[in-house]
């Protein structure tokens, strides 16, 4: 008996989040963009769709870890667009470091850049939008550095990493996504660092009075928020072929988007990667569908900023649960 | 936890007047020292009028910009805001409008830019820092949109005077600006019972709703307030450099809220000071224009922009720290 319930519970637990209305907005969409294009609804175009969420996706998969622990972090575009353009520079043909250590470099360089943002924002105790907005500008002047020497990316292996497709349809980096989605998903669930990541963004106060390591388990988080901004700048070169200190640029406004409409709520303690991969879905189709629309360029801008500002504001209408009163 | 804010509050006017103070006399050594090193470039007649008139919309924006800090909100939206006025001025200029109605069409932009976001804080409630970066990106865009990504002249004897105008030939107009702005936000922040009550809010928003304040409708004429004078910063912007191009203002609120904070005002709002806001916004301003004296690349100074925002944050929670230790 009790086990019947229990199951009920969690499958009503589920339409409570905002993920089945997230299925729903996207079949709708999708039927209005098939109707709308006739380019759309082609398995090109739907390859297309998959493999350009790629660096978008694995960027998501961190910030979530980090925000469901009610922190924040803007420096994300800004982190991979170094990992990126450092291994660029590593991989040059007169340098020439071999990919192993290259790659272990740039996760090394992810990680530090998380491991610092963490300290600033536990240990000395800023907010952490301020300390990544900061952030975000140091990481990108640093970028400059290599700005002349124009690095491209011959290496094969490389090269591969963000463009081969199983069975030539489906994109080796949407599985990347949903392996790291789903390994995130079970340590959420079942490890000690998940349930206490999600008890600190349901009330910070409660958590360290109960006794959990707050401040370790949020550096924590912003170090592997750090990580797979270096999955994502190698992905970024892989992609585009060379390094160019401006990549990633704007990435953190996306991310947001996506996470927010993903069903995380700002200020922690809930969300599930399986809305973040649906929302994930949903922006690059929009994105893909204002293309195939002709849309203009800066006009697409716009669409994105009032995506965001929509998105959050329907977060802030479910989170309120009284009348507000100031 | 109210009570020993307010506590810091009473206690407070001696030691920011001294910390304005200190920041007043950082600034002094930093121009002596800058008009040192710099010399003969950075004390010169070449140099400190653009600096003076650069420093000016950021000063402008940065008053305004404290008084919906310390009521506990922030706008980070004032960058994509100067834009969006900048590429409005120069394409309503092309049509052919006269320059004082182009001034108000801009003004009113502004307020309404002001007036969306404060609807988005007040009426629903969303987080003013998620916000306004939204509508950042909005402004910015829809200023892209408006010139199609191009810059365009913007010439117009009132858009020049607003910039690079002289007051009795001698005072730069956006200096008047500047000093008209600081004025007014002083007076109301120091002097009269709606800064005393924006304090109110920042301190404590709760107990300022129960002791009979509109919370909601200061927050938002802050917000219009912030809206109204970022655009007048637009303009002035638009008129120095004689071109609308929606990439004005780009990165400005890292400079602006920095500046801020270095003078004083606290990030969850209730403490800060106008003066000091000044002080920052002169001591950041000096510091960006030497390193360009200097010859240092812009992505340098990047660099030194975000690590400025970050080292100053860090100093005001350290001393917070080491204060509430020795309590």
Known sequence: ?326 | MAEIKAAEVSQKKKSVLNNTAILFLILVAMFGIFSYIGRPWFFSRLNIIPMINNLSFIGIVAAVLTMVMISGEIDFSVGGNIGLTACLTAVLLERGLPGWLVVIIALAAGAAMGAFNGMLVTVIGVNSIMATIGTMFIWRGIGYTLTNGESMLAMNPVIDFIGRGFIFKVIPFPIVLLVIIFVLTYVIMNHSKWGRRIYAIGANPLASYLSGINVKRVKFIGFLLCGITASLGGLILTSLSAVGMPQHGQGLELVIVSSIILGGTVLGGGKGQILGTLAGVLILSILYNFLTIMNVYYFYIQIVQGSVLIIVVSTYEIGQAMKRRRM
């Open chain 1, 1 to 326: 008996m009790e086990k019947v319930e229990k199951k009920y519970s969690a499958f009503m637990n589920f339409l409570r989040t905002p993920t089945p209305t997230l299925i729903g907005i996207y079949i709708v969409m999708f039927i209005l963009f098939s109707l709308a294009s006739k380019n759309f609804l082609v398995i090109q175009n739907i390859k297309g769709i998959f493999n350009n969420f790629a660096v978008y996706g694995i960027l998501s998969a961190g910030v979530t870890i980090v925000m469901i622990g009610g922190g924040f972090d803007l420096s994300i575009g800004s982190t991979a667009g170094l990992a990126g353009i450092v291994s660029a520079v590593l991989l040059m043909k007169n340098i020439e470091v071999p990919t192993p250590v290259v790659f272990l470099i740039a996760i090394v360089i992810g990680c530090t850049v998380g491991l610092i943002n963490g300290i600033i924002i536990t240990k000395v105790g800023i907010n952490p939008i301020i300390t990544t907005l900061g952030m975000l500008a140091i990481i990108r002047g640093v970028c400059y550095f290599w700005a002349d020497l124009n690095p491209r990316i011959y290496n094969v292996f490389v090269q591969n990493l963000g463009r081969i497709y199983i069975g030539n349809v489906f994109p080796i980096t949407t599985i990347y996504i949903i392996v790291a989605f789903v390994i995130l998903t079970l340590v959420l669930k079942f490890t000690r660092f998940g349930r206490d990541l999600f008890t600190i963004g349901g009330n910070e106060n409660l958590a360290r009075l109960a006794g959990i390591h707050v401040d370790r388990i949020k550096i924590i988080s912003y170090v592997i928020s750090g990580f797979f901004c270096s999955i994502a700048g190698l992905l970024l070169i892989s992609q585009l072929g060379s390094g160019r200190p401006e990549y990633g640029t704007g990435a953190e406004l996306e991310v947001l988007t996506i996470i927010v409409l993903g069903g995380v709520v700002v200020g922690g303690g809930k969300g599930n990667f399986l809305g973040v991969f649906i929302a994930l879905i949903i922006i690059q189709t929009i994105s893909n569908g204002m293309v195939l629309l002709a849309v203009p360029v800066f006009m697409r801008m716009v669409v994105k900023g009032a995506l965001l500002v929509l998105v959050i504001a329907i977060d802030a209408l479910r989170s309120r649960r009284n009348l507000q009163l100031y």
